[in-house]
């Protein structure tokens, strides 16, 4: 399995999503977040993304799913 990525940035949010095909919007409904905050999140390109606790949970969740 693909480690979890660490600093989590924009440009591996983008990779990762696209990767499953997904628009901003099913990909935020995977996670529990809106489409406005994946959006913003990938425009940080190589900076890191601070989040909350919780929405960094369901990304390890979500990772874990979709990176076997």
Do not use: C, N
Not at 12 to 19: K, L, N
Not at 35 to 63: C, V
Request: hydrophobic share 45%; charged share 20%.
């Amino acid at each position: 399995m693909t480690p979890f990525p660490d600093p989590l940035t924009g440009d591996v949010i983008y990779a990762w999503r696209s990767s499953l095909g997904e628009t901003q919007a099913v990909f935020a409904a995977r996670i529990g977040i809106t489409a406005a905050s994946i959006s913003q999140w990938e425009k940080k390109g190589k900076a890191a993304i601070g989040m909350q606790s919780r929405t960094l949970l369901e990304l390890g969740k979500a990772w874990k799913l979709t990176h076997y």
